[in-house]
């Protein structure tokens, strides 16, 4: 397998288009003074992202060489707790803005406008930041934190398997005592970001039989057992989709995260607590791929019939209907609440709006589009991606059944319930729960 | 939603790996051939000429099987020729009937890998195949595939163009049903993608001669 993953690099191409993405805020949008100033921010931060986004479809690992973008360091700062925070840098008040599900989601949809592929192609703790901010003791977060900063570090999140997708409750991956007692690492996974360019990440893996005994390690990628390749994907190929390989790596106790804590608060709450909270991400990057696409079109065909506009406005009047859901799902994380079923409907409306509006694209401008429009070709693979990451559509789907069953997804619901319980457990059917 | 048992069907595979690509289709091997056939001209090796798209466009297998070709998903794209320009009208119309059954095939041989690849995923301790959802989402493109083959040959780019689009779709139902695997360039998700540009510049709706 080559470094760009073995898919054959297209030629270098240049988009001739005005980058103009709307003056916020976005059409469903009703964000606070600070959301509003990170929604300006970035829409200015995503001005160069769409040649950078070129460059990382030809070539993944192009991204080593933009990282003087200002989008790819400031993506990563509302991650980061503020005393590893880079200051001089980034202004403080996005940064700050940024660091909440809702402000991810802001941030994500604006620069996801000028490319998702760079976006998720940049460094820092991603979602596994979200696995140590949500498990770690005190020494381990330190350790992690200090990584992640002091170079470009980027990182990983190992849950989904060949033979189990991303059902945190059925992975195969083990993490067993060898002869002498110290705990070894078997498995495989596959279709992880960055895993195979990363330097360090979490792997979800098997200590015991049932829900409390999984566990969530944190590696070095540097470790003997850890091997790890870039899959060849059709798009969003800043993502580096990599399938994982491990074999009879032999973990520390320190790199056992959440030691401290019972196993109910442990690999499971961990996975489950990251997967939700990812979802309003992606989201957001559906949407601003949904309005890019929409701009351009709009631009490349001006004089469009009204027919064909008022199939474009239809796509803008349901994008802003998921924004103001997204907000909605994301603020409620944001004040502890996590509804699962819709936080999974919304993405999975998002990502499927993004990819209706790719092929209404092709269509609305004309024979041939996808090799005259080389951004529009990019973004028609791209959008794909978003189906199955954070959870496939079909899974979204069975758990709005499961909430409309339960009786709470359409508002007014019971009175909330851990969405982790012993008896129970499910990454796929939660209900409206506390986080 | 509960898990439906599944009878094992003949030839089924007792435990392909999963992530495994299935055998690929050849979409652009098979494009050529079609250039060839309805040229007259598969004497073997590459047609000296193929058929344009309405605006003037050739869509052909890229040469270069080693990926340093300019293409990708197997394609290459160029003008058409004065040659090329000059292939009558029924030429045309047989190699469009051509590239939609061609699509109906891949769509077909992605049925059948998306049948293997589910019944050796597992959840909940059944395999995905038992999953009312996927059994649906399965059925949907099956029907679909059906249909498009009992419609006989499209009446004008308009017919066929709307064709290609139900295939599409149906493509896109199978690949959401294959997650991830769905997506790599190498398997299913790469070689509909040529199918979807193959429609896109040969049959592309609104380009009625």
Not at chain 1, 83 to 88: A, L, Q, S
Not at chain 1, 152 to 159: E, K, S, V
Not at chain 1, 222 to 228: K, V
Not at chain 1, 287 to 309: E, F
Request: proline residues 9%; glycine residues 12%; aromatic residues 4%.
């Amino acid at each position: 397998m080559s470094d760009t993953g073995g898919l054959a690099a297209p030629p270098a191409v240049t988009y001739p288009t005005v980058y103009a993405p709307p003056a916020a805020p976005l059409a469903g949008t009703d964000l606070d003074p600070p959301l509003r100033a990170l929604d300006r921010h970035c829409r200015e931060l995503s001005e160069g992202m769409r040649e950078a986004g070129a460059a990382v479809d030809r070539d993944p690992d192009a991204i080593a060489g933009l990282l003087h973008l200002p989008a790819v360091g400031f993506q990563a700062q509302g991650s980061l707790p503020p005393e590893y925070r880079d200051t001089g840098a980034h202004p403080a008040g996005p940064v700050q803005a940024s660091a909440s599900s809702l402000g991810w989601a802001v941030t994500a949809e604006r620069l996801a406008y000028g490319d998702a592929g760079v976006l998720l192609a940049c460094p820092g703790p991603s979602l596994s930041g979200l696995a140590v901010e949500a498990l770690a003791d005190d020494a381990q977060r330190t350790a992690y934190y200090e990584r992640v900063t002091s170079a470009p570090t980027w990182t990983f999140f190992g849950l989904t398997e060949p033979r189990k997708g991303s059902a945190a409750m059925e992975l195969e991956t083990s993490l067993a005592p060898d002869d002498d007692g110290t705990l070894v690492l078997n498995g495989e996974k596959r279709y992880v970001g960055t895993a195979a360019r990363a330097q360090t990440g979490v792997v979800f893996c098997r200590r015991a039989p049932g829900p409390w005994g999984i566990e969530a390690v944190l590696l070095d990628t540097a470790q003997q057992g850890f091997e790890a390749e870039l899959l060849p994907m059709v798009g969003l190929r800043g993502a580096r989709i990599s399938h994982i390989r491990l074999t009879d790596l032999r973990v520390r106790p320190e790199q056992v995260l959440g030691r401290h804590r019972p196993p109910s608060r442990r690999g499971l709450y961990g996975a489950l607590h990251v997967l939700y909270r990812g979802r309003p991400g992606i989201a957001g990057m559906a949407l601003g791929v949904t309005q890019a696409v929409c701009d351009y079109t709009a631009a490349h065909r001006p004089a469009m019939p009204a027919s064909a506009r008022g199939r474009l406005d239809g796509v803008l009047d349901r994008a802003a209907a998921l924004r103001r859901l997204v907000h909605t799902v994301a603020g409620e994380i944001d004040h502890g609440v996590v509804d699962v079923p819709r936080i999974g409907a919304v993405k999975s409306r998002a990502a499927a709006l993004a990819e209706e509006t790719t092929l209404l694209a092709a269509e609305l401008l004309g024979p041939a589009s996808l090799i005259e429009h080389p951004w529009l070709e990019k973004a028609y693979r791209d959008v794909r991606a978003f189906e199955y990451m954070e959870g496939t559509g079909a899974v979204h789907r069975l758990s709005v059944f499961h909430g409309l069953v339960k009786g709470d997804l359409l508002g007014s619901g019971p009175v909330p319930e851990p969405y982790v319980t012993p008896a129970g457990v499910s990454a796929r059917a939660g209900g409206r729960s506390a986080g | 939603m509960s898990p439906t048992a599944v009878p094992t069907r003949p030839g089924q595979q007792a435990d392909p790996a999963p992530g495994v690509p299935p055998a690929p289709f050849g979409f652009p091997r098979r494009l050529d051939a079609l250039h060839a056939q309805v040229l007259r001209e598969d004497a073997g090796g590459p047609p000296a000429r193929r058929v344009p798209s309405p605006e003037g466009l050739v869509l052909l297998a890229a040469a270069d099987p080693d990926g340093s070709s300019p293409g990708r998903f197997g394609l290459a794209c160029r003008p058409a020729t004065p040659e090329e320009l000059a292939v009558p009208a029924p030429a045309r119309a047989a190699f469009g009937a051509g590239l939609l059954a061609l699509h109906c095939d891949l769509v077909e041989h992605t049925l059948r890998h998306a049948l293997d690849h589910l019944a050796a995923r597992t959840s909940g301790g059944a395999d995905l195949l038992s999953r009312q959802l996927v059994q649906a989402g399965l059925a949907d493109a099956a029907l679909a595939l059906l249909e498009e083959r009992a419609g006989g040959p499209p009446a004008g780019q308009d017919a066929l163009a709307r064709a290609h689009l139900r295939l599409v779709a149906a493509g896109r139902t199978l690949l959401r049903l294959l997650g991830a695997s769905g997506f790599l360039a190498d398997g299913p998700g790469g070689e509909l993608h040529a199918a979807e540009i193959a429609a896109n510049v040969y049959a592309h709706p609104g380009t009625e001669g």
